[in-house]
């Protein structure tokens, strides 16, 4: 690990601004699922039994620069509390006076949560005088937030380059896991990549195909490498403005030798409404008219057979449409087909997390990302804004 990290810093007694992550799901008016509180614990843990008088920033939801009272983070705060066996003290400002106050009212080894920083629109533009106001309510600056340092903001970038700025544990072992599958994976290396469109993954794909030994493509976005091969795909989702691309990618994994893996069928319906009908037919006999929504079983075998020997595995994005049954079906198949037996396997997006959760394989899974979008950008050969302005080591 390059970026100095909590272990580094002096934190007894000092203002600690701590960014997280708890973009989390709530139901009326409490946390519905607590994972991303959970990860954030041990970092959590380990400054306030330092002593450190703790503040913590994060987003929640997209409220676009403007307060939301739904997106308030008070049912954020109550369960931290309960996670932590402490009272977690909370303010319904952000910057401003009543934030200030609350800072100088904390005693060392204490906690408080400001309100959720997307209530400001100066966030999401990296605004100076936002950051600088962040800053002045701290010492030192820690970012344990992965699934934000791919974005350039006031609260990861901005506020960072003003105070002492270091890693948490959690981004301290994202980094860790990611970079080495990058850079020294075991192998053979599988790499499995579904979801939507091919433009939300153009840059991962074209990384990854010169360093893998085999790149399993499902979900929307094989559409359009088979349509890129000639196939005729009915009324599927395809990006036409990135047939060229995909033809591209294929002509590339030919030239390094690697495998680049497409559905040999699917799962095809009339329409997207649930219970319309549906059947299976081979890729290249999608009718007119229908859709593909999932892989089908001969690419489930696939895959699977391409992953049972692999010593490093990373999958990022459902295989089908994923939210509605039973186009959950490969995706949950697959996901059952992940090695064991010492393998590294890295899951990387809520969506494959949760199928994995779903499938009962949980256990093998070296580890789960918190941040897909950082994720994909860092296997994308790209710098992280928010962990290039941490302070090396």
Not at 106 to 129: A, K, M, W, Y
Request: aromatic fraction near 4%; proline fraction near 5%.
């Amino acid at each position: 690990m390059p970026k100095k990290t909590v272990r580094d810093v002096a934190v007894e007694g000092k203002r600690v601004l701590l960014r997280v992550d708890f973009n989390v799901p709530l139901q009326e008016g409490k946390v519905a699922e607590d994972n991303r509180l959970k990860a954030a614990l041990p970092t959590i843990r380990y400054l306030c039994d330092r002593g450190a008088r703790l503040i913590l920033v994060s987003h929640l939801g997209r409220p676009k620069g403007t307060p939301v009272n739904e997106l308030r983070l008070s049912p954020v705060a109550a369960r931290l509390g309960e996670l932590l066996g402490r009272s977690v003290e909370y303010t319904g400002e952000t910057v401003g006076p009543a934030a200030a106050q609350a800072v100088e009212k904390l005693s060392p080894g204490e906690v408080l949560l400001l309100e959720n920083i997307r209530f400001h629109q100066e966030e999401t533009n990296n605004d100076p005088e936002l950051a600088r106001q962040l800053a002045s309510l701290c010492d030192i600056y820690v970012n344990d937030a992965f699934g934000t340092v791919h974005r350039a903001h006031a609260s990861t970038v901005g506020v960072a380059a003003l105070r002492p700025s270091v890693a948490g544990f959690l981004v301290e072992r994202e980094l860790e896991v990611l970079t080495r599958i990058l850079k020294n994976p075991d192998r053979p290396f599988v790499v499995l990549i579904g979801g939507a469109k091919i433009s939300d993954k153009i840059g991962v794909l074209e990384n990854l195909v010169a360093i893998v030994d085999a790149l399993l493509i499902g979900g929307g976005m094989a559409n359009t490498f088979l349509a890129a091969m000639g196939y005729e795909m009915g009324s599927s989702l395809v990006e036409t403005d990135k047939v060229q691309t995909a033809a591209d990618l294929l002509a590339r994994a030919g030239t390094y030798g690697r495998k680049l893996v497409l559905p040999v069928d699917l799962v095809v319906a009339a329409s997207m409404e649930a219970g319309a009908e549906h059947k299976v037919v081979a890729s290249d006999a999608v009718p007119a008219g229908w859709k593909a929504l999932d892989v089908g079983p001969e690419t489930v075998l696939l895959f699977a057979g391409l992953l049972k020997d692999a010593r490093t595995v990373f999958w990022n994005g459902p295989l089908g449409l994923f939210e509605q049954p039973p186009y959950d079906a490969g995706t949950n198949a697959v996901a059952r087909a992940l090695p064991g037996g010492g393998a590294v396997t890295v899951v990387g997006g809520g969506d494959t997390a949760r199928a994995v959760k779903r499938a009962g394989v949980s256990e093998k899974i070296t580890h789960v990302s918190t941040g897909g979008g950082a994720s994909l950008m860092l296997l994308e050969g790209k710098e992280l804004p928010g962990v290039a302005v941490l302070e090396d080591k």
